[in-house]
């Protein structure tokens, strides 16, 4: 059975409003729990911070040692669901302050403007990721290959908003495949996370720690039909609003 998360626990580890969902963070404590009992301590990578509502619970936790924040800060990015999100205004200070202001420690916390590709003297230094910047298929691929060698041997890559770029996961599970390197590869029904799981991480019962998984088949099958379905109405969207194009802007 899954580890059981207190909404109590997310709420406090969890201060700062994001666009994760309560099953989304009960994955990610779930998955620092798994960490802390297969290696005691552990650092972290994630790619696509935003204002810093994921970053909270590493930060918090004397476990991880270390943080790294990578994020193309300060531009609109796109996304598979047809529109663009507007990120112009948030830098790496506004994120600082904004975890600053609701007493997060930020002392083991480096930023790093621009993309995962660009990082440099990184390899081979964290144990977990999570990937959730840019919500393309191209991006979220070019993400992970990326992210790959920055990971120690015994790791777990995370990826947020699984049924956006279900695309790039399927070309993530074939890239596992290939590679012959003993993985697990699973989301559970509830969360729209999806989690690779390396090394000694490897061996583990996904259904024991997080819940059932989901069906590859029945999810990536659902998820067209939601892109395609949110696709169609963004197009309607700019057809009959020739003024206003579908940027979202998030508050601060």
């Known amino acids: 059975m899954a580890m059981n998360i207190a909404v109590?626990?997310?709420?406090?580890?969890?201060?700062?409003?994001?666009?994760?969902s309560a099953h989304d963070k009960r994955f990610l404590l779930q998955t620092i729990a798994l960490a802390k009992r297969v290696l005691g301590s552990f650092s972290y990578v994630e790619i696509g911070?935003?204002?810093?509502?994921?970053?909270t619970p590493f930060l918090l936790d004397p476990a991880c040692t270390a943080v790294l924040s990578i994020?193309?800060?300060?531009?609109?990015?796109?996304?598979?669901?047809?529109?663009?999100y507007d990120y112009s205004?948030?830098?790496?200070?506004?994120?600082?302050?904004?975890?600053?202001?609701?007493?997060?420690?930020?002392?083991?916390?480096?930023?790093?403007?621009?993309?995962?590709?660009?990082?440099?003297?990184?390899q081979n230094s964290f144990e977990i990721a999570f990937i959730?910047?840019?919500?393309?298929?191209?991006?979220?691929?070019?993400?992970?290959?990326?992210?790959?060698?920055?990971?120690?041997?015994?790791?777990?890559?995370?990826?947020?908003?699984s049924t956006l770029v279900y695309k790039a996961l399927r070309m993530i599970g074939?890239?596992?495949?290939?590679?012959?390197?003993?993985?697990?590869?699973?989301?559970?029904?509830?969360?729209?996370?999806?989690?690779?799981?390396?090394?000694?991480?490897?061996?583990?019962?996904?259904?024991?720690?997080?819940?059932?998984?989901?069906?590859w088949d029945e999810f990536f099958e659902k998820s067209e039909t939601e892109v395609i379905q949110h696709v169609l109405k963004n197009r309607v969207s700019i057809q009959f609003d020739a003024v206003v194009t579908p940027v979202r802007t998030f508050p601060a």
């Not at 109590?8 to 994760?20: E, V």
């Not at 302050?97 to 930020?106: C, D, E, K, Q």
């Not at 074939?174 to 509830?190: C, D, I, P, T, W």
Request: hydrophobic fraction near 35%.
């Open 174 to 215: 074939l890239y596992m495949r290939k590679s012959g390197q003993k993985h697990v590869f699973a989301k559970n029904n509830e969360s729209d996370v999806t989690a690779l799981f390396l090394g000694k991480f490897a061996e583990i019962d996904f259904a024991r720690e997080f819940g059932q998984a989901a069906n």
């Open 89 to 122: 205004g948030i830098t790496h200070q506004t994120m600082i302050n904004n975890l600053v202001s609701r007493g997060i420690p930020t002392s083991k916390l480096t930023t790093f403007d621009g993309s995962v590709d660009a990082v440099q003297g990184a």
């Open 49 to 55: 911070s935003y204002l810093g509502g994921s970053l």
């Open 8 to 20: 109590a626990d997310i709420g406090t580890l969890f201060p700062i409003p994001s666009q994760t």
């Open 132 to 161: 959730d910047g840019e919500h393309t298929d191209i991006a979220c691929f070019r993400d992970f290959l990326w992210t790959l060698p920055l990971m120690k041997s015994d790791a777990v890559i995370l990826f947020h908003d």
């Open 71 to 84: 994020d193309e800060r300060g531009r609109q990015q796109p996304d598979e669901r047809g529109a663009k």
